[in-house]
Nanobody
Framework: VQLVESGGGSVQAGGSLRLSCAAS????????MGWFRQAPGKAREGVAA???????PYVGSVKGRFTISKDNAKNTLFLQMNSLKPEDTAMYYC?????????????????WGQGTQVTVSS
């Protein structure tokens, strides 16, 4: 499975960005697909995910600001990020694992994209 992210960039605090992740075709009946981020010197953290049942967990710091969605016909994952804060600055990665559960735990994922940089200035 190949994952290709796009949509990162530089914005001022309060601005918005929309990330996209195009996935090559896969046929897993159970899966998690998620967005993760890693800032310099920090551990990679789960931001938002969607599983095969449509459940969408979010990390607390982005609830109400970020929205994850998926276009199943195009195998594309999105992350709409509003009200961005400087602390959202990080490299954002898309990832996929062929099973459900613990969708925000980056340690359980098999496939990763190359990442897209998001920089939020104050």
């Amino acid at each position: 499975v190949q994952l290709v992210e796009s949509g990162g960039g530089s914005v001022q605090a309060g601005g918005s960005l929309r990330l996209s992740c195009a996935a090559s075709r896969y046929t897993y009946s159970r899966y998690c697909m998620g967005w993760f981020r890693q800032a310099p010197g920090k551990a990679r953290e789960g931001v938002a995910a969607i599983d095969s049942d449509g459940v969408t967990p979010y990390v607390g710091s982005v609830k109400g600001r970020f929205t994850i969605s998926k276009d199943n016909a195009k195998n594309t994952l999105f992350l709409q990020m509003n009200s961005l804060k400087p602390e959202d600055t990080a490299m954002y990665y898309c990832a996929l694992k062929p099973r459900g559960g613990l969708c925000l735990d980056p340690r359980k994922y098999n496939y990763w994209g190359q990442g897209t940089q998001v920089t939020v200035s104050s």
